[in-house]
């Protein structure tokens, strides 16, 4: 089956869409037929709400938590950069900081290093020097450690917050204290968790541990794999009743009912996760070290390859049609190849093409149902949408582009 593709290009201008008699501060809409107004705040916009500036007002600024919306001045441990944007300091307990982030005076309870460019927690804060704070300013309760959804920052002796973390509960002796990478529920009051280092809890509803398993004990784990405790690229993968780690040149296999290792196979390479295909249980894989594409078949215990070139594969979508998988696998110079999964489970490319994103920055990608959507910029602050629907052997790309009245 070769793909036709059908590519539909839609082309505005953010401040004067298919009409030259919007004024300045306003968008042409057209559901409406006519000229909206942005808000006060914005001096261009994409729609009418607070949240939607493309570019701000005059004396206003864009805000660090927000990159759609404009304030009147950037926060504590903000600097205004040269594109008018707010920017956080990124040394941890800096009130004040320049453009190229060296801190020029810290929170009230660190010392500037300026050697080190960076604030350490001051003596006299706490009684002991193991001691951490929670919180960088006002807050002096010295623990000996960090309370649940916290983590300890050793360097600055503070206790951060983790956001959106699940917090598993001890039992029966047994802790997760991996970071949470991937949640499956198994049965009705069972889940399997991924963590860091290629750790795996079977929980149950209240989140109790019932068993632990590392399927690979590699002692500096955190110094190859992490930086700050996060990941560069997920190294662990629940699929169906079957845990999997890819880490050390090799990819090794678990049946989790039985604890039996099911494929333990070397890698040549650090291979990551690139997707999973949960319905027909494939395990796609990717190395920055090689241009060698792993798929592992659970069903089958196998593992296959196919070759990609030189450039990594950056976007990975499926669509599912009877016991058909059709695979969309963007890379970052925007080719992109489609690939199915037949009923015999073997993987086929059907056709390789590319569409010109031109300068666009890729900003978001998101899947609904079986289609995808893009969502691309500029430096300029000219927009792209794109809509990638794939259906029997046709191929749709539909590109809106939203170029900035003001830009060349």
């Known amino acids: 089956m070769n793909y036709k593709i059908i590519s539909i290009i839609f082309l505005c201008a953010i401040k004067i869409c298919f009409c030259n008699n919007c004024k300045p501060n306003q968008i042409y809409s057209l559901i409406a037929q006519s000229c909206l107004q942005c808000s006060n705040s914005c001096n261009t916009c994409f729609n009418t709400s607070e949240s939607a500036c493309v570019t701000c ?90 309370p649940q959804s916290f983590y300890q920052n050793m360097e600055a002796l503070i206790c951060e917050e983790t956001v959106k973390c699940i917090q598993i509960e001890e039992s029966q002796k047994l802790t997760f204290t991996q970071r949470v ?36 004990n590699i002692a500096d784990y955190d110094q190859i794999y992490t ?16 845990i999997g780690c890819t880490a050390g040149s090799k990819l090794l296999v678990m049946n989790f009912q039985t604890f039996e290792v099911v494929s333990e196979s070397d890698t040549n390479y650090d291979y990551f996760v690139l997707y999973l295909d949960q319905i027909n249980q494939i395990v796609f894989l990717q190395s920055t070290q090689s241009e060698t594409l792993l798929w592992y078949d659970v069903i089958n215990n196998r593992v296959n390859q196919y070759q990609i070139d030189y450039l990594r ?27 199915v999964l037949d009923e015999k489970r073997q993987f086929i490319i059907q056709s390789i093409d590319q569409y010109n994103l031109d300068s666009y920055i890729l900003l978001d990608a998101k899947q609904y149902n ?34 900035n009245a003001h830009s060349k």
């Not at 280092?197 to 209240?206: E, I, K, Y």
């Open 313 to 339: 594969i950056s976007i990975f979508f499926q669509t599912q049609s009877n016991n058909t998988a059709t695979y969309f696998m963007q890379k970052y110079d925007s080719s992109f190849q489609i690939g």
């Open 227 to 242: 930086q700050n405790g996060v990941e560069y690229f997920q190294e662990s993968f629940v699929i169906g009743n079957y």
């Open 370 to 403: 079986d289609f995808l959507i893009l969502i691309s910029t500029t430096l300029n602050y000219d927009y792209e949408v794109i809509k990638i629907d794939i259906k029997q052997d046709v191929l749709a790309l539909v590109q809106f582009q939203f170029r």
């Open 181 to 216: 990478k991937q949640i499956k529920r198994i049965n009705e009051d069972k889940y399997l968790v991924a963590g860091n280092a290629c750790t795996f809890a079977l929980v149950d509803n209240s989140w109790k541990v019932i068993n632990i398993q590392i399927l690979q």
């Open 57 to 146: 007002e005059y004396s206003l600024f864009k805000s660090s938590a927000d990159s759609s919306s404009c304030v009147q001045k950037c926060q504590k441990s903000e600097f205004l950069n040269e594109n008018l944007e707010c920017v956080k300091c990124q040394v941890y307990g800096c009130l004040e900081c320049d453009r190229n982030q060296v801190c020029a005076q810290c929170d009230q309870n660190f010392k500037l290093d300026i050697a080190n460019n960076q604030c350490v927690l001051m003596n006299d804060v706490c009684p002991l020097l193991t001691n951490f704070i929670q919180g960088s300013s006002n807050l002096k309760q010295c623990n000996n450690e960090c």
